[in-house]
């Protein structure tokens, strides 16, 4: 246990926890056969629109909020921070970083995730978006980063912290977190957290010699697809503590997507496996701003995935492997971590059923076999590796989960985030999408451009900022009051009808210290 301490060292205690952000172990989790977007959540009784346009309609029961009980909410998981300067100089190419998580889902099955490296001096950022409950997102936000962290470690250093380990002596932490109050760590798990990941350095030690330079694209691919398989082989095993066996059951029948990034200098990569995305905010001479994406979703919409998943099975799955545009009929995303319920075969999937403890036995999804379910595994891990090099005009990064892409274009996300780190308003004329409108109509969006960048820097967070576009904004791209109001005030049964937990980190770079790093190199 001590080594444990040292190495997890940084680990804030969530003594405050908000009740959007409960612990989810201690909450069963909303799980049936279709995990991902169960359309058996939505009632018959309310019409659906798509998920850009929100119904804001009478048939809603919500009542209409004030701006402070708006703010409220809004702010309630915000957090900031700003990287440290050194003798007035900042020598990092990460300015700081806001991020932001507004839930749809009770409890909210997105997690977020900071930390620098410090044998490294990397930053991780990375946003998880779970599914069937929030347990294996919530496993990701703990374990991933380490993997990665252990990944890069060089093969001296990981000798030294085996021998640290088996001498029993201090330990240095390898990671510094950034961490919301209420962003839970759960220490029950810990040990078996930190055996799991002591054995996985183990094996890099043999497998790697002495100056080895971990490359980091192939770090990130092995720390995803290593961690996954640790996931499925603890459930597997299962553990003698019969709380311990019910929560390593949970985190791997539920499962999540994971988009990561790992800045150093001015070197960026994005790991992403799922639906979350990752978007560049790149400043033009004129001071406008365009997006450049840095990360391919993994649905029905990405023709290489889709033909990618039906290459790895037989011709004759070439109809049921993917319905409906989801796996099976069922899932949404193509990629993700944990359901093992897409991984395993039944045989194995019955067994770890039978030996496990009686309340999973209570969960109709843990009991539901995929249909057509002929030649496993369907789902994978594995994540997508971009790299970008950075440039003096990169100003910024978003990292978005599928409920922030839902509701606003790419575009627009780096517009409005653009504006609010620079404070310039691009002006463009203003367009009312085919609307017909009065003369009165027209002055009042006037009027409400102008409150809107007279109040631009009411929000101290830039997504926080975001997040209220996202959630507020009306047909004509303008926040509207009441719509904001009416969307944060809907009940648990409504809101996830609604829209979907959004998770937002906003990455801010330095320019100078980026066209420095690139004129010396």
Known sequence: MPVMSQLFRGLPRATVLSSNLLPCQHRRPQLGPSA??????????????????????????????????????????????KVPEFDGKNLSSVMGFDSNQLPANAPIEDRRSAATCLQTRGMLLGVFDGHAGCACAQALSERL????????????????????????????????????????????AQTLYFNSLRTYWQELIDLNNPGDVPDTQEALMNAFKRLDNDISLEAQVGDPNAFLHYWILRVAFSGATAC???????????????????????????????AHTLS????????????RIRGEHPPSERKTVIRQD???????????????????????????????????????????????????PYLTAEPEITYHRLRPQDRFLVIGSDGLWETLHRQEVVRIVGEYLTGVHQQ?????????????????????????????????????????H?????????????????????PEELARMY??????????????????????E
């Not at 708006?70 to 921070?81: C, G, M, P």
């Not at 391919?296 to 033909?307: G, K, S, W």
């Open 296 to 307: 391919n979703d993994h649905c029905a919409q990405n023709e290489d995935e889709v033909a």
């Open 36 to 81: 991902r977007r169960p359309i058996s959540r939505r009632s018959p009784h309310v019409s659906h629109t798509p998920s850009r346009c929100y119904q804001t309609t009478s048939a809603l029961y919500s009542y209409i909020l004030t701006p402070p009980q708006v703010n409220s909410i809004l702010k309630a998981n915000e957090y900031s921070f």
């Open 470 to 490: 996202a959630v507020g904004n009306n047909e004509f791209g303008t926040v509207d009051h009441e719509r904001l109001s009416k969307m944060l005030s809907l």
């Open 428 to 468: 463009q004329p203003l367009t009312v999408g085919g609307y017909r409108v009065t003369v009165g109509q027209m002055q009042g969006l006037l009027e409400e451009r102008k409150a809107r960048v007279s109040s631009a820097f009411e929000d101290q967070n830039a997504a926080t900022h975001l997040m209220r």
């Open 326 to 376: 989801r796996l099976l009929g069922l899932l949404m995303p193509f990629r993700a971590f944990g359901d093992v319920k897409f991984k395993w075969s039944i045989e194995l999937q019955k067994r770890v059923l039978e030996s496990g403890p009686d309340q999973l036995h209570e969960n109709e999804h843990t009991k539901f076999i995929p249909p057509n379910y002929h030649t496993p």
């Open 260 to 290: 990561v990034a790992h800045i150093d200098g001015a070197d960026l990569y994005i790991a992403n496996a799922g639906d979350a995305r990752a978007v560049l905010g790149v400043q033009e001479e004129d001071g406008s701003f365009t």
């Open 145 to 188: 980063f380490y993997y990665i962290a252990v990944s890069l470690l060089p093969h001296d250093t990981l000798c030294e912290l085996e021998a640290a380990v088996e001498a029993g002596r201090a330990l240095s932490p390898i990671l510094q977190w950034q961490k919301h109050p209420n962003d839970y760590f759960s220490r029950e």
């Open 499 to 520: 829209r979907d937990d959004i998770t937002i980190i906003i990455s801010q770079f330095n320019p100078h210290v980026i066209g420095a790093r690139r004129q010396e």
